[in-house]
């Protein structure tokens, strides 16, 4: 039970979700059109896939973006998110990780973020249909439950000047990018614009949009990826400033950077159980929280580790009971030494085993049947045999509770053929 003071948060934080934009308005309420359906209860073994809309690397086509009759542009994106959805049911899948939020921008109408550029080719341009509302309708009638995925940070992909040059023409528009309106939020990092995790009201402002999605939206979910501080050796994240005014108290740069992910993680799962209790609320991080090398109570692995790395302490989550559910993302197959698929499974399953957070494993299809000389065997056999075998690890442990593939396109594609009969036979079963 919470406690008195919790509460009290807990009733402010709402409210000043539900009151105003980051403009400082009154959120106008949003027009869905889908109507509310019952969900279909979480199942006992979740069989699910990413869907990816980034840069339009699952759906929609850029061809359909750049279609010049908005009538086909919007016949051809829905079409084929049917066409989608009816082939994962086919294949047994029973839920969808859809990217709502790949970046600054939505797929779905929001009073805080502009239309992304995916569905017409423009920043801001109302594509004439609400692809979420859409996926909702036709997801639930089929018996899918559908998770909005969000990526909290990213703010573009690039920092190309027609890029910086769109978010700032929305600034006369509403809404307008977070780009245009906090430029002092934003920073660069991994060769990309990215908002700082350290600034207070940055946190508030992706509570904001949380809220608002599940206010507007009958999504079973909520899903973080594992992007929270994204940097690399050649760009990173400048944010000593910002440590200097917020990071009193913490001695260690990054103990302050991992303090500040988990202040989100608890803002956001607190919203969510104070507004929808029912909506669930999950992260899929790197595969490798520690390894032992460096703390005891890590897996035997010698991995990029997410405490480490993107200043994420997923294990804390989990014992805290602060998400529903963990979708460590373990890419690698049995041979890998180093980052072995049944060390890091059974790892988690440890982790999760005395706590209520449900645990599903994150598997790398994108790798099946494609060569290669470290893990031969994603190519031997079609992979069929590597993906056989990491799916019966996953439903032989009764810790985990579910399997989800990287990413949906990838069950089109020549070298994935031979796994998705195999997928057809034991998922569609």
């Not at 006369?172 to 207070?200: K, M, N």
């Not at 940055?202 to 994204?230: C, K, M, P, S």
């Not at 990173?236 to 989100?264: E, H, I, P, S, V």
């Not at 992260?283 to 005891?296: K, L």
């Amino acid at each position: 039970m919470l406690n008195h003071q919790r509460r009290f948060f807990l009733l402010c934080l709402v409210c000043g979700v539900l009151g105003c934009s980051s403009k400082g308005n009154i959120i106008s309420p949003v027009v869905v059109e889908a109507p509310v359906r019952v969900s279909p209860a979480v199942p006992e073994n979740v069989k699910g896939v990413w869907l990816t809309t980034l840069s339009g690397l699952d759906w929609p086509t850029p061809a359909s973006s750049d279609e010049p009759s908005d009538e086909r542009r919007i016949a051809l994106q829905k079409q084929a998110l049917i066409d989608k959805l009816d082939n994962l049911v086919s294949l047994g899948v029973n839920t969808i990780f859809f990217q709502v939020k790949p970046d600054g921008t939505a797929l779905y109408r929001s009073a805080l973020l502009p239309w992304s550029d995916v569905l017409t080719g423009v920043v801001g341009k109302d594509p004439g249909y609400d692809p979420l509302a859409f996926m909702l309708s036709e997801g639930h009638k089929r018996g899918l439950r559908i998770h909005a995925w969000l990526n909290p940070y990213r703010v573009t992909s690039n920092t190309q000047q027609k890029t910086v040059t769109a978010l700032r023409r929305t600034l006369s528009a509403s809404p307008s990018s977070v780009y245009a309106l906090h430029p002092e939020w934003i920073r660069t990092a991994s060769d990309r614009f990215v908002l700082d995790p350290g600034i207070p009201e940055v946190r508030q402002w992706i509570t904001n949009v949380v809220v608002e999605l599940i206010n507007n939206y009958a999504v079973d979910g909520i899903h973080f990826d594992d992007y929270f501080y994204y940097e690399t050796p050649a760009s990173r994240l400048q944010d000593d400033a910002t440590y200097r005014q917020y990071g009193q108290g913490f001695a260690l740069k990054g103990d302050w950077r991992r303090n500040n992910t988990l202040l989100l993680i608890e803002q956001v799962s607190m919203a969510i159980k104070a507004v929808k209790p029912q909506v669930e609320f999950g992260i899929s991080p790197s595969g490798v929280w520690r390894n032992a090398e460096n703390d005891a109570r890590g897996s035997d692995t010698r991995g990029g580790a997410a405490y480490d790395i993107s200043y994420a302490d997923t294990r804390l989550w989990v014992e805290r009971g602060l998400i529903d559910y963990i979708i460590p993302q373990i890419y690698w197959p049995f041979s890998r030494e180093i980052v072995r698929y049944d060390t890091l499974v059974k790892w988690w399953a440890d982790v999760v085993k005395p706590t209520k957070t449900r645990l599903y494993i994150g598997i790398a299809l994108y790798k099946v049947g494609v060569p290669s000389q470290k893990e031969p065997d994603w190519a031997q056999d079609g992979g069929v045999p590597e993906l056989r075998r990491q799916l019966a690890l996953n439903e032989a442990l009764p810790e985990v509770k579910g399997s989800v593939l990287f990413r949906e396109g990838f069950l089109h594609q020549p070298q994935t053929g031979p796994a998705v009969d195999y997928l057809k036979t034991h998922w569609g079963k």
